[in-house]
């Protein structure tokens, strides 16, 4: 059992938005520890999307964005594209058991 | 560029142990925090273990806790998990990460490798 809380799949048309929550505690989200998001794309590795709950790394579009509030964050992604299908992971710290923590991942699927 | 690949993986039986190797190029691996992130097959990311720059400071997921040993060698710019023990459900692909710093608590991976795959049957 994943420790952030995720909804296993979402799905959206071409250039349609949607959002994906990460639900947290007040061990972790809750604690003022940062949220950073993962894309993963079918049989490759992970790779940083969002870090520090709102900033892109260089070379990810605009299209994706990051928000925290209380015990939980939100990913964002509009204009949504056939190449966005992938799985993707939140990720922060529990600072109370001084460990990564992962969400379950979820699905995004293009309609 | 920066690069990771990691390599060891295999089938292994149940209670063997088994050691996993991430090398690195493309930047100053003395700096860097790494991480050793596993994923079940089907199944979403589990963060496993962590070691600062400096191999002083480790961490490990409950899980592995007293099975699993991460190290690092800074003069070749490797790092390692030795696992111990294993069991059914340490099946998975080990991925290694690169911290963004050296390792502090909230900090991202940045840079990952390709993963193997260790499989644990008899």
């Known amino acids: 059992q994943s420790v952030l809380t995720q909804p296993p799949s979402v799905s959206g048309a071409p250039g349609q938005r949607v959002t994906i929550s990460c639900t947290g505690s007040s061990s972790d989200i809750g604690a003022d520890s940062d949220v950073h998001w993962y894309q993963q794309l079918p049989g490759t590795a992970p790779k940083l999307l969002i870090y520090d709950n709102t900033n892109r790394p260089s070379g990810v579009p605009d299209r994706f964005s990051g928000s925290k509030s209380g015990t939980s964050a939100s990913l964002a992604i509009t204009g949504l594209q056939a190449e966005d299908e992938a799985d993707y992971y939140c990720q922060s710290y529990d600072s109370s058991l001084t460990v990564r923590v992962f969400g379950g991942g979820t699905k995004l699927t293009v309609l | ?122």
């Open chain 2, 1 to 122: 560029q920066v690069q990771l690949v990691e390599f060891g993986g295999g089938v292994v039986q149940p209670g063997r142990s088994l050691r996993l190797s991430c090398g690195t190029s493309g930047f100053t691996f003395s700096i860097y925090g790494i991480h050793w992130v596993r994923q079940a097959p089907g199944k979403g990311l589990e963060w496993v273990a962590s070691i600062w720059y400096d191999g002083n400071n480790k961490y490990y997921a409950d899980s592995v806790k007293g099975r699993f040993t991460v190290s690092r060698d800074n003069s070749k710019n490797m790092v390692y998990l030795e696992m111990n023990s294993l069991r059914a459900e340490d099946t998975a692909v080990y991925y290694c990460a690169r911290d963004v710093s050296g390792g502090r608590s909230q900090t991202p991976f940045d840079n990952w490798g390709q993963g193997t795959l260790v499989t644990v049957s008899s």
